[in-house]
């Protein structure tokens, strides 16, 4: 099984710092790479606060915190990733980014690098064949937030190799994360059971069956879920959410994950949730 003791992470929002946290929190060496110089220094302030939290609940010490700070490394040039032994896009949802940055790993990282995407929905087998190593690309799909989450899919393209995909669930398992193996199909096991009941919660509210709140202490009282679905779609990201949904409905051609017409227009109006301030909840004002 290939030793991991380098990562690279590309991409430094929301997720992508999330996962560069705990792997140098992990005692991996980290570089975290982002095209966009603000998105780089938010996402840095972002693993700072993170772990300033935890010092301050007597969660790790504060020598603990400067040594995790201390194996991080940011840039914004990919090439920083050439000697890194695992690779994990968490860049936008979108196909062809994806191809475009697997594409870019695979010319510059060595040959035994393994190359995983934190998708959320798409073929891990669609991505792996734009890439001369497909054996060795693999799906590592984070729960958000990530330094929370226990969870990790580790999902297999058709090609992926054993050896690939031992060394990605133990550095799962290095990381503090629970790793379960699941097969490539559209929205894995996670989302497409997840996105479905996001969709029907937002069609009860287009279809005005009770409000955004009703909604969700409907689920969180009755369903003892931890947060309600429309609370929870905020937190991923409305976008997010409508880009899963349209891979869903691509993906199987069945019309039960039609995207709600609701979720369409915030998305158009640019309500995307927690990040934008604004979604089925106000986040912009007290």
Same mark, same amino acid.
């Given at each position: ?126 991505? *792996? @064949?734009?890439? #001369?190593?497909?054996? !060795?690309?693999?799906?590592? /799909?984070? +729960?958000? =937030?990530?330094?929370?989450?226990? $969870? ?59 409000? *955004? @709140?009703?909604? #969700?202490?409907?689920? !969180?009282?009755?369903?003892? /879920?931890? +947060?309600? =679905?429309?609370?929870?779609?905020? $937190? ?51």
């Amino acid at each position: 099984m290939a030793m991991i003791e380098h990562i690279g992470v590309v991409g430094a929002g929301t997720m992508g710092h999330g996962i560069a946290q705990v792997a140098a929190r992990s005692g991996y060496r980290v570089d975290m790479v982002d095209v966009d110089a603000d998105a780089l220094a938010r996402g840095l302030e972002g693993i700072r606060k993170s772990l300033a939290r935890l010092v301050e609940r007597e969660r790790m010490t504060a020598e603990e915190r400067d040594e995790a700070l201390g194996r991080l490394q940011t840039s914004g040039d990919l090439e920083a990733l050439a000697e890194a032994d695992l690779v994990v896009e968490a860049v936008i949802e979108r196909l062809e980014v994806k191809q475009s940055v697997l594409r870019d790993l695979d010319r510059i990282c060595a040959p035994a690098a393994i190359l995983a995407s934190n998708t959320s929905s798409i073929s891990l087998t669609k991505l *792996a @064949a734009c890439t #001369d190593r497909p054996e !060795k690309v693999i799906g590592m /799909h984070f +729960m958000n =937030p990530v330094p929370v989450m226990k $969870l990790v899919e580790v999902i297999r393209g058709l090609t992926t190799d054993q050896a690939t995909f031992d060394a990605v669930a133990a550095v799962a398992q290095r990381m503090g994360k629970t790793p379960v193996e699941v097969n490539d199909s559209p929205g894995f096991v996670s989302n497409r059971v997840l996105l479905p009941m996001i969709n029907e919660a937002v069609f009860c509210l287009y279809e005005d069956v009770g409000s *955004a @709140a009703a909604v #969700d202490s409907v689920m !969180k009282l009755g369903m003892n /879920h931890p +947060m309600g =679905p429309l609370a929870l779609a905020d $937190l991923i990201g409305l976008d997010v959410c409508l880009d899963i949904l349209r891979v869903l409905e691509d993906g199987f051609g069945d019309p039960k994950y039609r995207p709600c017409p609701l979720l369409v227009k915030m998305v158009d109006a640019g309500y995307l949730g927690r990040k934008s301030g604004r979604g089925f909840y106000r986040y912009d004002e007290d």
